[in-house]
């Protein structure tokens, strides 16, 4: 696949740019220098344990021919001749717009559902591909089991894949007639924004307990976290959501999704969005 530089960019909020040259080919996109070969956008991510900034020289020296960097982080650059630089203020949201652009927008012509919770994940995303399936939809899953595609499976090493993975992915499912996409989203995947720029037609909340605290401050920034998600859903889209789960008021309590609810109990009026 080949995109042109000023095509990648679009709608991408650019602080700076060194070494403009808009009509350069792309040829694909990494935030690994490891992986870089020749023509690739290098995206320099600040990590929770390192600085992708630092291995801006090794992507360049691997056949990157545009770095995409935040300008907090100028020290860390030395400028080459014939590589653009592009400087944003946050590398990962600008990661997500740029991916979704490489890969001819993918969740703009499939409906992508996501499913978050502590628990549940997984069986939920497996039953929804499973029964859509069977009716005869195409669709792909992803999951921590792996991205499937109609029968073909592909391996993944996050519950929620990096956010080139997933644009890559959904636009092979949709050249193969996939009109339908289920995914589990972690919270870790939403805190460290890998489903930046991805629009979803939908989401699902099973539950949400007291685990995963080791990566979360508190409870109280899990359960934001999870929120988060809901938030960001359209007005055109639908949460559903476990309202057996005490929490399940907080998690909507921000959304402008179309609410709608399942559960063993009765579902309480007060909980009920008009």
Known sequence: MKKLLK?????????????KNPFKF????????????KNMIFVAIKGTKTDGHKFIIDAI?????????????????????H?????????????????????DHPTKKIKLIGITGTNGKTSVATILHQLFSKMGEKN???????????????????????IIEIN??????????CKYAFMEVSSHGIYQKRIAGLLFQGGVFTNITHDHLDYH??????????????????????????SDDENSHQIIKKTLA????????????SKLKF
Do not use: W
Request: charged share 20%.
């Open 140 to 162: 792909i899953l992803i999951s921590t089991m792996g991205i499937k595609i109609l029968s073909i499976k592909y391996p993944t090493k996050h519950t929620t894949p990096n």
């Open 61 to 81: 020296q691997k056949g990157a021919n545009t770095i995409i960097c935040e300008k907090s982080s100028f020290s860390f650059i030395s400028i080459h001749k």
């Open 7 to 19: 095509d990648v960019l679009k709608k991408v909020y650019v602080l700076k740019m060194i070494g």
């Open 217 to 242: 401050r508190s409870f109280d920034h899990y359960l934001s976290t999870k929120s988060l998600f809901f938030e960001n859903l359209s007005k055109k889209a639908f949460a559903l959501i476990n």
């Open 258 to 269: 179309k609410t709608y609810f399942y559960g063993k109990k009765k579902i309480p009026i």
């Open 83 to 103: 590589i653009t630089y592009v400087f944003v203020s946050d590398s990962m949201e600008a990661l997500g717009i740029i991916s979704s652009n490489f890969y």
């Open 26 to 37: 792309i040829e694909g996109i990494s935030m690994n220098s490891k992986i870089v070969k």
């Open 168 to 177: 890559k992915y959904l636009n092979i499912s949709i050249q193969k007639g």
